[in-house]
């Protein structure tokens, strides 16, 4: 299995603009899991999603973000409109089952200008 | 609001010498997982403890669980320069407070020759 499958790698995008990350989980994992990563605040979790339910979005700042799963192998983050503070790596993460170990992808390097 | 405290947040010593990494918290999970990050990349997986009082050992890294499951400690011996990256501690929560993965903020670790 390739692993955990995000695009872009990079994203440079101007404030106001929509922004949408991708993501393939590993084929059979039950959970899926998007963080953001700042040096100011960590890894925070922003949605996680069970069996293509979204089980827990509290970690999603506000309203301009939204996080879709259509199937088992996509789910997408989107940003509408972005602005400079969403500038961070974002990952997103799969496992088999919910407390089991959590194989991420290598992120996406997101920079709103 | 930090669910999981990491301690401490930076750390640089020299090749030889001994270290502990702290995990705290005031919520008790079903599991605790330990991370590496290396630059670029997205955590990987090092151990995984379950049970209160699990002592699990990686080559010269001690893994313990709290005997209540709330907090966790990495202890590394003799560390060498090849130990350098972000280690983050992560907790699984029980299935009916929402089954999520929290990360703690990281420990940033430099091990100078």
């Known amino acids: 299995d390739a692993g955990v499958i995000q695009s872009p790698r990079h994203e440079v995008t101007e404030m106001g603009q929509e922004v949408t990350l991708r993501c393939k989980p590993i084929?059979?994992?039950?959970?899926l899991f998007w963080y953001r990563q700042t040096m100011m605040r960590g890894l925070e979790l922003l949605i996680y999603?069970?069996?293509?339910?979204?089980?827990?979005d509290s970690g999603m700042p506000e309203d301009r973000f939204s996080a879709k799963m259509p199937n088992a192998s996509f789910s997408t983050l989107k940003i509408q409109p972005s602005e400079p503070r969403d500038s961070a790596v974002y990952f997103c993460a799969s496992s088999l089952e919910w407390n089991t170990e959590a194989f991420f992808g290598q992120g996406t390097r997101l920079t709103v200008v | 609001t930090q669910l999981l405290e990491q301690s401490p947040q930076f750390l640089s010593i020299q090749e030889g010498e001994n270290l502990t990494v702290y995990c705290n918290s005031s919520s008790v999970f079903s599991s605790l997982q330990w991370y590496r990050q290396e630059p670029g990349e997205g955590p990987v997986l090092l151990v995984t403890v379950v049970t209160g009082g699990e002592v699990k050992k990686l080559k010269r890294l001690t893994f313990q669980f709290g005997d209540a499951r709330k907090d966790s400690s990495l202890h590394i011996t003799a560390a060498q320069p090849g130990d350098t990256g972000l280690y983050l501690c992560?907790?699984?929560?029980?299935?009916?407070?929402?089954?999520?993965?929290?990360f703690g903020q990281g420990t940033e670790l430099s091990v100078k020759p």
């Open positions: 084929s059979g994992h039950n959970s």
């Open positions: 992560a907790g699984a929560m029980s299935r009916n407070q929402g089954g999520k993965l929290i």
């Open positions: 999603f069970n069996n293509n339910v979204p089980i827990d």
